[in-house]
């Protein structure tokens, strides 16, 4: 057995490492892009697809009736978009040495972790369907993606004609009489540096905390609500001259629908040691994870803008 003299220069053998109880919190997204969607669940025994059914607009007449005679009968047309689930899901298995005898508490931050990676699969799911709707707007002059280079931000001309092309589509705002607007931060850094978009907040914005320029937070602007987040689909590298392409997205009213199952709800599942049988004869393991299923589906492509930009910061987060 080593011993040690306890003085001056010495105690190396009681002056250990000290670990914080409470571990750091992680960087997560902020996950909103299937917040807007049309939300209608599959309900038990109800299959795996919903379909989501528009009677099409019955455009009006300027032709007058003929007196006594009420003119030739039409037929309304209806239209369809079905939605098929799919399933998500990660697990991990958590020894019992590392659950009986860890710093930390293992089995509670997995459970967190999982909840967060949950929201960030559903967030994922969603966007690509999102960007991948055939309403497209190139900044600036360009007129493909891989023509959007360096300068072509996002700014008040941009969403402006994006604004333009969802109300000439007849498309409704989706919250507080506004439209929605995903972006990056890259994005808001852009337009904070829009000399029309400072001026506008500088003389029309409230005068107080809650005034952009002061909580840096963009809010409501030309009738769109922008909502910030990491998780916009960057094509890294794929504009002009190797530039990042940002698919910044506007949203109507009713432009997808998000659907999930009633009998099998998104959740974590946590099998303690002692559950697994003759699979774990030992009681050695543990496990955590996740289970989700749902789908989205453009219900109408008219009412969503997939806008394309670049960013003035060099490189893409």
């Not at 209608?40 to 032709?63: C, D, H, L, Q, Y």
């Amino acid at each position: 057995m080593a011993y040690e003299l306890i003085g001056i220069g010495g105690m190396t053998v009681e002056l250990k490492q000290s670990y914080d109880r409470l571990l750091l919190m992680r960087a997560l997204p902020n996950m909103v892009h299937a917040q807007w969607g049309l939300k209608r669940n599959i309900p038990a025994r109800g299959g795996k697809s919903i379909e989501f059914r528009r009677m099409e607009r019955i455009v009006g007449t300027t032709g007058a009736l003929t007196e006594g005679t009420p003119g030739v009968e039409i037929n309304a047309t209806f239209s369809n978009v079905a939605a098929t689930i799919s399933q998500y899901g990660q697990y991990a298995k958590i020894s019992d040495l590392l659950e009986t005898q860890a710093f930390d508490p293992v089995v509670a931050e997995y459970v967190e972790n999982f909840g967060e990676s949950m929201g960030d699969s559903v967030d994922l799911v969603v966007r690509a369907v999102l960007i991948a709707g055939s309403t497209v707007q190139w900044a600036s002059t360009a007129t493909t993606q891989n023509l959007v280079g360096s300068g072509m931000y996002l700014n008040s001309a941009e969403i402006r004609e994006a604004v333009n092309t969802l109300k000439r589509q007849n498309s409704k705002p989706v919250v507080d009489g506004k439209y929605v607007c995903i972006i990056h931060p890259d994005n808001a850094r852009d337009l904070f540096a829009d000399t029309a978009v400072v001026n506008a907040f500088k003389d029309a914005a409230p005068r107080d905390s809650a005034n952009p320029l002061f909580s840096g937070v963009l809010g409501d602007y030309m009738g769109v609500r922008f909502v910030e987040t990491t998780n916009l689909s960057i094509q890294a590298s794929l504009g002009l001259s190797g530039a990042d392409v940002y698919q910044v997205i506007f949203l109507g009213k009713e432009a997808y629908g998000v659907t999930e199952l009633d009998a099998l709800q998104a959740r974590t599942i946590i099998h303690p040691r002692g559950s697994g049988g003759h699979l774990d004869p030992l009681e050695q393991y543990s496990t955590v994870g996740y289970k989700c299923a749902l789908a989205a589906v453009r219900l109408n492509n008219n009412f969503m803008v997939r806008l394309e930009v670049n960013a003035s910061r060099v490189t893409a987060a």
